[in-house]
């Protein structure tokens, strides 16, 4: 049986207030998960080569030189939350302020490499005492997609411009490389890199002046910026509300509300006809189940003749497979009723269900990386800021694990980034 304790003041973190994060200022009391816990991050350490600091001074075992640290506040708390709920428990553990670690990113990125190897062969089964599957209320159908889509994209314009760039972009940029072919990121760089980004989806889509293009998922209004600028005509779709007032007061100031139509309005209820669709990292927060209708869709309204460049963030086919349908903190916290897709999910639900077929694609992961790395510093700068936006420390450090758990899964190749061109082969062909 499981059962509850209260939480005392995290460390260093002020009293979480129990109305706002319910199961982060709950401790659960699982006896037997959390010795099972225990000898799980014993074998973790030993493997992965972590060091893992306990209060007073002491570590859990020998680490060598520069390993990876974990640095554990309240052991207890740390492992019945991880006894109890896997990694959804370790992200509200950190959330709690019971763990911290001096490079983040070092440390998930380590976890993050080969995580199938994390649970010993042969206990795998054990996964479904504690793997949860997603709410019902969170799948995103038409009526609650757009619920989904307010507890992200509608925090607070004034909090995404705190860390993304001027450009207001929500997605991985494309840098310049070096000779070596590594991404030369810099923040200075970022907007170019954004604008090198949408101008290669446009360049897909081949926009140009008279274009009618259809964007699914509007962000702030960049990307419909730059294809007014070529001359195209443009109808956006967002369900963000918060983001629908400033990109139409963003193409407003630049002059080209003749060319910009932004529409409050679900994929599935698109109309008419376009030369074009784009969509950048809208996919993700489809899921798998309306996999089939998004492409559908996507079908329905190209013109003859037309093409679709889509970005989309990526996993591995296998490890999609194998967590598609579970509970994840991710989904709990920061993305309700997503699922990341796999180049080969596209493929084939594209195939299987229209006349579109993938002809193209690039990766660009280690560019979501450093895109993610500029992020996730700007956000830590300005943390007071943060809160005098109105967002408590759980938050903040919720966005922090967020911003680094996403870089390390770039950084490993656990996820991937794709610009993927669908055409499709027209009858008589």
């Known amino acids: 049986m499981t059962t509850t304790t209260a939480l005392p003041a995290s460390t260093p973190s002020a009293p979480v207030d129990p109305s706002r994060w319910p199961d982060v200022a709950r401790v659960p009391n699982v006896p037997l998960r959390a010795a099972a816990a225990a000898r799980l991050l014993r074998r973790v350490a030993a493997r992965r080569g972590l060091r893992v600091d306990l209060p007073g001074g002491r570590t859990l075992q020998p680490a060598p030189p ?11 708390a740390f ?7 896997g990694l959804i428990g370790f992200g509200e553990s950190y959330q709690a302020g019971e763990w911290d670690s001096p490079d983040l990113v070092a440390l998930l990125t380590e976890l993050a490499t080969a995580p199938h190897t994390l649970v010993p062969p042969g206990t795998q089964w054990l996964r479904r005492l504690y793997v949860q599957r997603p709410p019902a209320a969170e799948v995103p159908t038409a009526r609650n997609a757009r619920r989904n889509v307010h507890r992200h994209y509608d925090l607070s314009n004034d909090l995404f411009a705190l860390f993304l760039d001027r450009t207001m972009t929500y997605s991985s940029a494309i840098f310049p490389t070096g000779p070596d072919g590594a991404p030369l990121a810099t923040r200075d760089g970022l907007p170019a890199a954004q604008h090198r980004k949408i101008d290669r989806l446009l360049d897909l889509a081949a926009v140009g002046p008279g274009t009618r293009l259809l964007e699914i998922g509007t962000g702030w209004g960049e990307l419909a910026l730059r294809a007014a600028a070529r001359g ?7 369900l963000s509300e918060e983001q629908l007032a400033l990109a139409r007061r963003r193409i407003a100031d630049a002059g080209h509300t003749d060319r910009v139509q932004v529409r409050l309005c679900d994929y599935r209820a698109a109309e008419g006809r376009y030369d074009a ?5 809208m996919i993700e927060a489809v899921g798998r189940p309306f996999w089939p209708r998004y492409f559908a869709t ?3 309204v190209l013109a003859p003749g037309g093409r679709v460049a889509l970005q989309a963030i990526t996993m591995p086919h296998e490890r999609m497979l194998a967590s598609s349908g579970t509970y994840t903190w991710i989904l ?3 993305f309700p009723g997503g699922q990341i897709p796999s180049l080969r999910a596209i493929e084939e639900t594209a195939a299987r269900h229209t006349r579109l077929r993938v002809t193209h694609a690039d990766t660009w992961g280690p560019h979501y990386a450093q895109t993610l790395r500029l992020w996730r510093e700007r956000f830590a700068e300005h943390s007071n800021e943060v809160a005098a936006l109105g967002f408590d420390e759980v938050f903040r450090r919720m966005w922090e694990l967020y911003l680094a758990y996403s870089e390390a899964g770039f950084r490993t190749g656990y996820l991937d980034v794709h610009q993927v061109l669908l055409t499709r082969e027209e009858a008589g062909r």
């Open 66 to 76: 520069g390993a990876p640290v974990l640095r554990l506040h309240r052991p207890r």
């Open 79 to 85: 492992l019945h939350r991880v006894g109890e709920g």
């Open 232 to 238: 195209a005509r443009v109808v956006s779709l967002t």
């Open 277 to 281: 669709v784009v969509s950048v990292e």
């Open 298 to 300: 996507l079908d329905r």
């Open 332 to 334: 709990k916290y920061v």
